[in-house]
Structure formats: C-alpha cells, structure tokens
C-alpha cells in the first residue's frame, strides 16, 4: 500500500486530471474540425518555455507557464495573419505555425545549452510522470494527515486547478458552445456571441495544454485532445453522450496506460520500464482504433460545423 501511495497514486491522478480536461475540451474541438489546435498549442508551448528559462535563468513553473502562454498567444496571431495573408484554410495555417515553431523550440534548446539544465526535448515530449513521487505517503494514514498532504507534488495541485476551470467554463459557455459547434450562424442570430466563444475555447485550451505540459508532455496533450472525442463521437450522436463516452475513455486510457508502463514488462518477464505518457497515448489511439472497427456510429459521417 505504501508503495503505492509513494510512487503510483499522484502519477494516476495527475494522468487522470489531465485526461478528463483535455477530452472535454477536445468534444468541441472535434466537432469544429479544429482538433490541430491543440497540437499547435501544445507543440508551441516549447519555444516559450526556453525563452522563459533564457530571460529568467530559472525553471519555476510560473515563469515556464508564462512563456508557454505567451507563446501560444503568439500562434493563434501567427495562424491568423498565414490564414489572411495566404489566404489558405485553418488547418493549413496551423500546420505551418506550430511546426514552424516547435522546431524553433528544439534549435533553441541545442543552440543555447539549455538542455544541459534537465530541460530537454524528452521531457518536452514525453512529461516526467514517473518522477512525480509523494515522498510523505508511506501509510494511508497520509490522505487525510495536512503535513503528508502539504508534500503532494505542485503539479497535482495545478492539473486539478485547471480540471475545476474546465468545469466551470463548460458550465457557464455550455450554450453558447453548443450552438456554436453546429451552426455559427444561427448562435449568432441567438445572440450566443459565436466568435468570442471560439476565442475563449482557444484560450482554455492553452490554459489546459500548458498546464500539463510540465508533467504529462505534448505527446499525450494531443492524444487526449483527439483520441477519446473522436472515438466518443463514433459511439453516438448525442452530444451529452458523446462527453460521457469521451471521459470514460479518457480515465480508461490513464488507468491503463500508468498500469501497463509500469508492470506490463514485468508481466511479459521483461526487465524495463516504459514511458507512461507514451504508454497512454498508445492505449487512447487503441481505443480509438477499436471505435473505428466497432462503433455503432462508424459508418454515419459527423454533421458539418456551422
């Protein structure tokens, strides 16, 4: 039990947190056909946390979630002005500016030594959660003991900050995204403010890449912004369906991707240990594939956005 406490339980819940906010938030994404911009984001957070780490000298995480902010505020107005000026589709732009400045990210990491400072393009991609170890939990005693609790690691406590912002927003912008992701024109006519909706989505989605940026890394951002929405939406075509499916898939996929990294080779008689983030991501693309074979709502196409 106490191993369990030390070394599995905030790995799980930070999984877990990560997964639900970003599923939820990737249901809209899904169904605008804007599913790259969370990649985008998540990619693009890189470059900002550098340059942080180079004006500040420092790796806290407030300064890092600033640069990454900054930085994704600086995509979405580069996306904007390649699609204006290009005059080509969204998806095009975004494929331009996130690969662009994911790559300025890995050139700044070489270019300037910072990756000699544990910050580095595996951690960038892959997160640290095997480190996120609960030093104080060696009894169960520990859950409700305030000292024990005050040695959770910080990223917990900013994951569920983020999860219970995600809430809140679905809560209150629920019209208004609804109506906005079937027919703009008509949210616009409600009165439902379809535009600054979409910004303000945008906007939570940075808030929720960047958050677990640190801890899971942009491999399983992306997975968890794709995969569990796009195989809930292959499972119904109620909304309110779709976003049960899509948590469930996403917990399953965190559940099963932290067990299986960590005791899946034991269980094959392999000595090693796997990435948990990769290893989510793996079981989230799985469970989509399977969604794809098997879904009741695999030969129906999805309504066109508004």
Do not use: K
Not at 71 to 83: G, M, N, V
Not at 174 to 185: H, I, K, T
Request: aromatic share 6%; glycine share 10%.
């Amino acid at each position: 039990m106490s191993e369990f406490l030390m070394l599995s339980l905030v790995p799980l819940l930070v999984a877990g947190l990560c997964s639900l906010s970003c599923a939820l938030l990737g249901n809209f994404l899904v169904l605008r056909r804007q599913a790259l911009i969370g990649d985008a984001i998540s990619h693009v957070a890189l470059p900002g946390i550098v340059a942080s780490f180079l004006l500040t000298g420092t790796l806290a995480a407030p300064a890092m979630l600033v640069g990454a902010g900054a930085a994704a505020l600086i995509t979405l107005a580069l996306i904007e002005l390649i699609r204006r000026l290009g005059r080509v589709e969204s998806n095009a732009a975004m494929g331009v500016a996130f690969t662009t400045l994911f790559a300025l990210g890995v050139l700044m990491l070489e270019w300037s030594g910072a990756s000699g400072v544990h910050l580095d393009v595996e951690h960038a991609l892959y997160g640290n959660l095997e480190s996120l170890v609960w030093f104080e939990g060696t009894r169960p005693a520990a859950l409700w003991d305030p000292q024990a609790l005050a040695g959770l690691p910080p990223q917990l406590t900013r994951v569920a900050w983020v999860a219970l912002l995600v809430g809140l927003f679905m809560m209150l912008a629920w019209r208004p995204l609804v109506l906005g992701s079937f027919d703009a024109a008509f949210a616009a006519s409600q009165g439902a403010r379809p535009g600054p909706t979409q910004l303000l989505l945008v906007v939570m989605v940075a808030v929720a890449a960047i958050a677990a940026f640190e801890a899971v890394g942009s491999i399983l951002v992306i997975a968890m912004f794709i995969c569990p929405p796009a195989a809930a939406r292959l499972m119904t075509d109620r909304l309110s369906h779709q976003l049960a499916w899509s948590q469930a898939f996403a917990l399953a996929s965190a559940v099963l991707g932290v067990v299986l990294a960590g005791h899946g080779p034991g269980w094959l008689g392999i000595d090693a240990g796997l990435s948990a983030a990769g290893m989510i991501s793996v079981v989230a693309g799985l469970i989509l594939l399977l969604a794809c074979r098997f879904g009741p709502r695999r030969h129906r196409a999805a309504p066109p956005p508004g």
